[in-house]
């Protein structure tokens, strides 16, 4: 609750600032989040992020003479929720809608955007993705008011086997275990696509139901017959967990590469298995010229930027960024226009640039890779690992090419 | 042949661990004709109190308190929710703990969170048993394989070889007639029902701390215990015991194989019709590993409706 009441006492005071241009269309954003449900524990870290920006961008003026608007929708972790509650937010006069937690929802949202546009011409609405991470939203099912905020799998295991083969911990066999729906899939494709090129050889790799599994040890007993010295894995939540447990107690010694290792309670229950293992994220608390962001965020929510939020932050800052750049002079808001605008758009964060590619609309960033180890700066999980920062892969390095299925219709 | 051995121990022990916690229940609804959808939600309140209690005395004194607290929880259960609705039939005993399942869902959350919580094997308990081929294998799976063999020991020697276990079975078959000759059947039925709770805290205990303590956990398990009690025969305890060790093999066993059905097809001369039917023929077996407990059920209800060893439908 007193989060909320953050946001509510922002948006009061910076109403009281503007309240002399009443006039003027204020912008709403309407952020279509999990907020209740097994996967609400992300949901909520994305919504702080989005709630951080939204304050500091009415600090800093807000937009067309008025305080911008984050009014919040729960989508209760499923796709047809969120439809509906697309459906409310653009009644609502929302002309900008972000989504975060799932590709299955994003990939919802996206279409019904698209649909939405193509029938309401002079009324579209701009679909800002700040986290779900599926490769196809910005290929064969890219669209011009679809924007990708956050990176991918390909981009995420890009930067962890570069750096893996730089430290000189990439083994020549290499096992993949990935889960198996769309990101699992995609992970596993990108694991394989680096790994190879890296010159290493795929000695095993096993797709398996998601958060079904039990028991990990039928899957460790493979990985160690195949004698794999490094395992890439695009596990999260539990299956993470139980994969980390099983290696541990089978006393199995292997170099792992994983996106979700700081998942909250993922660390302490998956114990001293997680030592040194790399993970694959989009901000570190422990880079340099990151203090200011990092004071700033713990002084507004009482921790330090962790897992997801920075994520929403920046993307939000971003969207400030090319919002900036439009001059309405008090005038209506056009969706078009925001859109084209966050085309050129671009924001300095502490690691490096975010800017968005025309291609595919795929935001350019850099991706931190950090090992589990007790030198870390902030300890995580109450145990005595954290997220030590080894390499800061520059946008330029961890990009891939837009995909040539991308075939988008600009406005004429 | 290692991976054999291997793959032959952990089904072994992980279809140990799916008989603590499914024991409860065909305990439960043999004893009671309850169908307790709540049963795992006691798996997984058993693992966050013995994580609790563990915090102050211990991860021993948390193994012993912990399922203890869940049996009171499912006699409190039966004593005010189950026995007012006794008479309205098994419908609405099905509904009630149905409900419940979402009520300790929630209140988990509330009080733990929404994250998983740091209960693991204590440090003192993280040693290898044996060394088989060259790898240790851990000691607390072996603890986990003992507990349960020791659980099924128990409670199979109480049912058959104790007066009390007669008096419950009589209570089962003619409430009216055990009452009258002087039993209090609410009593036997109440202290049921505790010790089938029991039994799965002592699985979340000891289990929570093998896998994960979650508030995923009890859903997680709850269609494999149901996959093991209807498999087994409702009801039967050396049923499900059997049906346990061999969901637990299968799934392990199932991971293992890297065959394909394109793999399969060209064994048998079908290659290039299967080659037709595109990626899904290439999907090696290992990844549907999952399905193979409610495969397993499909083909024993279709087989043989009341379950292996069942005799209710």
């Known amino acids: 609750m007193k989060k909320l009441t953050i946001t509510h006492v922002s948006i009061v005071s910076a109403a009281l600032m503007f309240s002399t241009i009443a006039s003027a269309e204020q912008l709403k954003i309407a952020a279509i989040e999990t907020m209740t449900g097994p996967a609400a524990s992300t949901g909520i870290a994305f919504l702080e992020g989005k709630r951080y920006a939204v304050k500091k961008l009415n600090e800093a003026g807000g937009f067309n003479g008025q305080p911008i608007q984050l009014v919040e929708y729960d989508n209760q972790g499923n796709a047809a929720t969120a439809a509906d509650k697309l459906k409310v937010a653009i009644r609502d006069g929302a002309k900008v809608v972000s989504v975060s937690n799932s590709s299955a929802i994003a990939a919802q949202i996206s279409e019904d955007v698209r649909k939405w546009n193509e029938r309401n011409p002079g009324k579209e609405v701009v679909f800002l993705n700040d986290g779900a991470e599926a490769f196809d939203l910005t290929a064969e099912r890219c669209h011009f008011y679809y924007f990708k905020a956050s990176s991918n799998a390909f981009m995420r295991y890009k930067a962890i086997v570069a750096t893996m083969k730089q430290k000189g911990t990439l083994g020549p066999k290499v096992y993949l275990i990935d889960q198996n729906y769309s990101y699992g899939q995609e992970a596993m494709a990108a694991q394989r696509e680096y790994a190879k090129a890296a010159g290493a050889t795929i000695v095993g790799s096993d797709l398996h139901d998601v958060m079904k599994v039990q028991d990990f040890s039928p899957y460790v007993t493979k990985i160690k017959a195949s004698g794999a010295e490094t395992l890439l894995t695009g596990n999260w939540g539990n299956d993470i967990v139980l994969l980390l447990k099983a290696i541990g107690d089978a006393g199995l010694k292997i170099q792992i590469g994983n996106q979700s290792l700081d998942t909250p309670g993922t660390l302490s229950s998956a114990g001293p298995a997680a030592e040194g293992a790399y993970l694959a994220k989009l901000y570190n608390t422990e880079v340099p010229g990151g203090e200011a962001f990092n004071a700033d965020f713990e002084k507004e929510f009482g921790h330090l930027p962790a897992s997801e939020q920075p994520t929403s932050a920046f993307a939000f800052q971003l969207l400030g960024n090319a919002l900036r750049s439009l001059d309405l002079k008090g005038g209506p808001i056009n969706a078009t226009d925001i859109a084209l605008a966050l085309e050129n758009a671009s924001y300095d964060t502490p690691g490096g640039k975010w800017s968005v590619r025309k291609e595919d609309h795929q935001v350019l960033l850099p991706v931190y890779i950090s090992q589990v180890s007790t030198e870390a700066k902030n300890k995580h999980d109450g145990t005595q690992f954290g997220f030590k920062l080894l390499n800061v892969v520059s946008p330029e390095e961890a990009a891939v090419p837009p995909s040539p299925k991308c075939d988008m219709k600009r406005p004429s | ?313």
Not at chain 2, 195 to 219: C, E, N, Q, R
């Open chain 2, 1 to 313: 042949m290692d991976w054999l051995i291997i793959s032959l121990i952990n089904g072994v022990v992980y279809g140990l661990l799916l008989f603590m916690v499914s024991a409860g229940l065909t305990l439960v609804f043999g004893m009671m004709g309850v169908l307790n959808f709540a049963h795992a939600s006691f798996y997984m309140l058993g693992a966050y109190f013995a994580f609790l209690v563990s915090t102050v005395v211990g991860f021993w004194g948390g193994l012993l308190i912990g399922p203890l607290l869940v049996a009171l929880i499912g006699v409190g259960v039966e004593r005010y929710l189950l026995r007012p609705i006794h008479h309205y039939g098994h419908a609405s005993e099905l509904l009630v703990t149905f409900g419940l399942a979402f009520v300790f869902d929630e209140l988990v959350k509330v009080f733990f969170g929404q994250f998983m919580v740091n209960y693991s094997v204590p440090a003192s308990m993280r040693f290898s048993a044996f060394t088989l081929f060259g790898a240790d294998y851990p000691f607390y799976r072996v603890f986990v394989a003992i507990v349960a063999v020791a659980l099924f020991t128990i409670l199979f020697a109480i049912l058959r070889f104790t007066r009390m276990g007669i008096v419950v079975r009589a209570a089962v078959q003619r409430p009216a007639m055990t009452d009258a000759l002087g039993h209090n059947v609410d009593a036997v039925f109440m202290i049921t029902f505790g010790i089938g709770a029991w039994m799965a805290g002592v699985a979340g205990a000891v289990g929570g701390a093998l896998l994960t303590t979650s508030p995923t956990m009890a859903l997680e398990m709850s269609i494999l215990t149901f996959v093991v009690v209807i498999v087994g025969g409702l009801g039967s305890l050396g049923g499900a015991f059997l049906a346990s060790l061999l969901i637990g093999l299968l799934t392990t066993f199932a991971v293992s194989i890297n065959i394909s059905l394109l793999d399969i097809g060209r064994w048998l001369g079908l290659g290039d019709v299967l080659t037709g039917l595109g990626s899904i023929a290439q999907v090696s077996l290992s990844t549907y590993a999952s399905a193979v407990p409610v495969l397993v059920m499909l083909i024993v209800l279709l087989c043989r409706p009341t379950g292996l060893f069942g005799d209710r439908t």
